[in-house]
């Protein structure tokens, strides 16, 4: 048989898979976010914000995603929704948009390969979205001093060219913590976790929605489960699953797909999606959810870097009042009366009143009215985190700290 | 007792996906092909069946479309090893990095392309697939809600495995299929078509590694596809059949016990809290019960390499390219 033959067939075989796994991610997204966008883009592209284009039409902006966008739902589509809107909001075109997808955040060389594609490719500003790619960022971020690093949900920062963003999500996960508390008939609540105590993020935001569930429902717990990634279909589904084995008939999730609101879906009770409005996937169980509306920071961030302001600009940690986080509207599925309930603690929260992790907690009436009430904040050992009256939790506390349990919470 | 019965509910239907890959591989092996790319089979029977459960609304029809898939992605495989004499495990290899960017590339574009940017199967399919139970036999206590009450696919992954393994070990074309694997020198001798049995084996191995795809995206996945749904599973289906001693009967069992594995890493902390003596359960990581399936295919492979039984080893020719010539 020929040899060259072979060889030449082997060889386009791996170019051609090769040539699948390297487009897929690139082309179809912008294409997609613009064929969804349909409805908000007309609006927005007819304002007059074109000026901005002339004088900045060489002004890149990098973008490292962990997954995929195109999913269509989860946590790499929202940032990119976030993109999106900043590319209408500041009238950027597609090519000054270099979007990097599916960089492992637990691979260092993956992550610098990526920032310095994009520097090469002219990006004056780079946004890394996921945990993982901190160090990396801090490193470029010494190396490279005419670009901006801008890294999310970390805690790093150098106060020249290298900030981090974040927002107070526990906020809205209080806020649906109240949804499901008002929904669940079994008084069990099942959590699907990416990961354990060994990471605030996720802890953190258990700690709120429990303490949204016992502030509605004093006698329901928050069974937690633990798939050990953030991104794994078929074990969040699974996962799930055991928890509505437990008895649960709420599923809140902290993990990227919708699989767990699926599951919920199926088995005929409810859930809490995350990151964006699951309730067009599982429209019969979804209640709310806490989203990102992460445009709002990267339309401030771009301008500030692209007018030059971006020495003032500092870290970002943004909540409610701004508009950064929320809660998706609440669907049918949600009790009578919720909406009620979130809209008085929505109003605590962005007044000041009531900060979640402080010594207090929301008392509601008959009518959904809310009271601010003195309550020490304890973990499920029994140990008091913070005094009955005292203030909120400092945010590095908040962002890298909670490494325990409200008290109504089961690790299952 | 409840837990018991729960966790062993969901470790069957966790190695479904299993029991399917490890089916298609062992035909493929057992005709003397090491075809390393079940992974990449099962993407593509996972994307094309959903996208046929999704445009068609018939199940059977998604199952076959996803049969078909898996049969012409292992038709490229053969061709590649059998006619053009290529390396088996990188073109097992470039089969698997081509069929996961196959399901990516596509799934996309059918995100791309669907309305509300959201494929889901409509509710009767999904009903059509959802767990029933048989009449009388599910009454049973425990069995019947262990074995009588689940879904179509789940059966037919064991029935598909029974046939196989009735194929294999009984039929005239099974006895074909295994002297091709042990020898083809000598079974060309004696007047068989190699390559046309290898040709039949590997694509009837891929097709049924494709319903295991199509078992991940249309049951796993809820009825929403999700990119990169098959996850690994098509690896540790290669070494379930080491695990199954090359025996598609054994693989029943041993997708079972792989799925226990898997169900383990999330109610580990059930069979904790209902039984006191089993609280040391809560305490191991999650990490080892994922490396479990690996680390049992490891101490499988030393045992029988111990052995020495000739019998439940890997077919003799098997990953070793038949030239005719060179006889």
Redesign the interface.
């Known amino acids: ?1 020929n040899k060259k ?2 060889a030449l ?2 060889a386009s ?2 170019v ?6 390297a ?3 690139e082309t ?2 912008d ?2 976010n613009v ?2 966008d349909g409805q908000n883009g007309e609006n927005e592209q007819t304002d007059d914000n074109n000026q901005e284009v002339v004088n900045n039409a060489d002004f890149k902006v990098g973008v490292i995603h962990i997954g ?1 966008p ?4 989860g946590y790499s589509y929202a940032h990119d929704q976030g993109i999106v809107a900043m590319q209408q909001n500041l009238g950027l075109t597609d090519d000054q948009i270099i979007r990097k997808l599916n960089i492992a955040d637990d691979d260092a060389n993956a992550t610098k390969t990526a920032i310095e594609e994009c520097i090469e490719e002219g990006c004056k500003i780079i946004f890394g979205t996921s945990w993982g790619y901190m160090n990396t960022m801090e490193e470029l971020a010494g190396q490279y001093p005419e670009v901006i690093f801008s890294h999310g949900t970390g805690y790093k920062s150098n106060d020249v060219n290298f900030n981090n963003y974040f927002g107070r999500i526990y906020q809205p996960r209080y806020l649906s913590g109240i949804a499901a508390g008002l929904k669940t008939q079994s008084n069990l609540i099942g959590y699907v976790g990416a990961w354990g105590t060994e990471n605030a993020e996720v802890t953190g935001g258990i700690d709120a929605f429990a303490k949204g569930v016992a502030a509605v429902n004093p006698d329901a717990k928050v069974y937690v ?4 990634s953030w ?5 969040e ?3 799930a ?2 928890l509505l ?2 008895g649960c008939d709420v599923i809140a999730q902290h993990c990227d ?3 767990p609101q ?2 919920a ?2 088995a005929g009770v409810w859930g809490c999606g995350y990151n964006t409005d699951m309730t ?2 599982a429209p019969k169980a979804h209640l709310t959810a806490p989203i990102w509306n992460w445009g709002v920071y990267y339309t401030a961030a771009t301008e500030a870097a692209m007018n030059g302001t971006w020495k003032e600009f500092g870290n970002f940690f943004g909540g409610l009042d701004i508009g950064f986080v929320d809660v998706s509207p609440l669907s049918e599925n949600c009790a009578e009366g919720t909406d009620k309930y979130i809209a008085a603690a929505r109003q605590a929260i962005v007044d000041g009143e009531f900060a979640v992790f402080d010594g207090k907690q929301l008392s509601f009436d008959e009518e959904g009215n809310a009271t601010v009430i003195d309550e020490a904040l304890l973990d499920n050992q029994g140990n008091e985190i913070v005094a009955a009256g005292g203030a909120c939790l400092e945010d590095g506390v908040i962002t890298g700290g909670i490494n325990w349990y409200y008290e109504n919470v089961e ?2 | 007792m409840n837990t018991i019965i729960k966790f062993l509910f969901a470790a069957i239907k966790a190695g479904v996906p299993f029991l399917y890959g490890t089916t298609g591989e062992i035909i493929t092996q057992k005709s003397g092909s090491l075809n390393l790319g079940v992974e990449g089979m099962m993407y593509m029977g996972a994307f094309v069946g959903f996208y046929a459960g999704f445009k068609t609304n018939n199940i059977f029809l998604a199952l076959i479309c996803a049969f078909f898939t898996g049969a012409v992605a292992a038709f490229v495989f053969a061709f590649l090893t059998v006619t053009l004499q290529a390396n088996q495990n990188v073109t097992g290899l470039a089969l698997t990095i081509f069929g996961g960017g196959f399901s990516t590339f596509f799934g996309e574009m059918m995100i791309k392309f669907t309305p509300n940017g959201l494929p889901k199967l409509s509710e009767e399919f999904i009903k059509g697939l959802s767990e029933f139970k048989i009449p009388f036999l599910s009454d049973i206590p425990y069995i019947g809600k262990l074995l009588f009450s689940h879904n179509i696919l789940v059966y037919l992954s064991i029935i598909v495995a029974l046939l196989c393994w009735v194929y294999l070990r009984f039929t005239k074309y099974g006895l074909h299929t295994r002297s091709v694997g042990e020898n083809p020198a000598a079974a060309d001798a004696s007047g068989l078509n190699v390559t046309l049995i290898k040709y039949l084996n590997i694509m009837l191995g891929g097709g049924i590694c494709g319903l295991g795809g199509a078992y991940v995206s249309l049951v796993n996945g809820g009825g929403v596809w999700n990119n990169g749904c098959v996850n690994g599973q098509g690896w540790i289906s290669v070494a379930l059949v080491i695990f199954a001693s090359w025996s598609p009967a054994k693989a029943i069992f041993g997708s079972l016990v792989f799925g226990m594995f898997t169900e383990l890493q999330i109610r580990a902390n059930d069979f904790a809290h209902e039984f006191p003596f089993l609280g040391f359960l809560g305490h191991i990581p999650t990490a080892f019960y994922k490396m479990l399936p690996f680390a049992i295919t490891a101490l499988v492979l030393v045992v029988t390499s111990i052995s020495q039984k000739r019998e439940g080893n890997q077919p003799a020719a098997c990953g070793i390219n038949y030239y005719r010539e060179e006889r």
């Open positions: 048989m033959l072979l067939i082997l075989v791996m051609i898979s090769m040539m699948f796994v487009c897929s991610p179809p997204v294409d997609n064929v969804e995929n195109s999913d269509g739902a489960k633990v798939t050990g991104f794994d279909p078929t074990a589904g699974t996962t699953q055991a084995d437990l797909t919708t699989a699926l599951a879906e199926n067009k996937d690790l299952k």
